[in-house]
């Protein structure tokens, strides 16, 4: 495995539907193991991780586990080469669009979706980054 200097690890309720979720937006399994999966694309790590590591705690965040949305207040952005292609997937895959592509006054497009779990997903390209 690459090493990353940010890796964003999600507890999920079921690894299968978030693997799906997160390769309909182009990452791709690794590594997989009985209750979870590592997904990689142009460099970002993230590792899913079926809940029952945290039920069984103790753990920081065991009492909350089952609230959603989950990660309330955290938005994790996902730079990408080509921010078109990837919102055509999540459209076709009938993904949880919250806000469609756009352009931003801060030189980018982006859109934004919530992943089986909640957890609130933003995809982005620099102008320069299309081409």
């Known amino acids: 495995m690459a090493t990353y200097p940010v890796i964003v690890e999600l507890f999920v309720r079921d690894v299968a539907a978030s693997r ?3 390769e309909a937006l182009g ?3 690794t590594n997989e193991w009985r209750n979870g999966a590592w997904m990689e694309r142009e460099g970002v790590g993230i590792r899913l991780e079926l809940d029952d590591h945290v039920t069984a705690g103790p753990h920081y965040f065991t009492p909350d586990i089952g609230r959603h949305p989950r990660g309330t207040g955290v938005e994790i952005v996902v730079q990408v080469s080509d921010v ?10 009938g993904l949880n669009i919250v806000r469609e592509l756009r352009e931003r006054p801060w030189n980018c ?6 992943d089986p779990d909640g957890y609130f997903i933003r995809i982005t390209s620099p102008f320069a980054a299309e081409g």
């Open 109 to 114: 497009r982006d859109f934004r979706l919530a």
């Open 27 to 29: 990452f791709r399994a």
């Open 20 to 22: 799906a979720f997160y």
């Open 84 to 93: 078109s292609a990837v919102h055509e997937a999540a459209v076709k895959a």
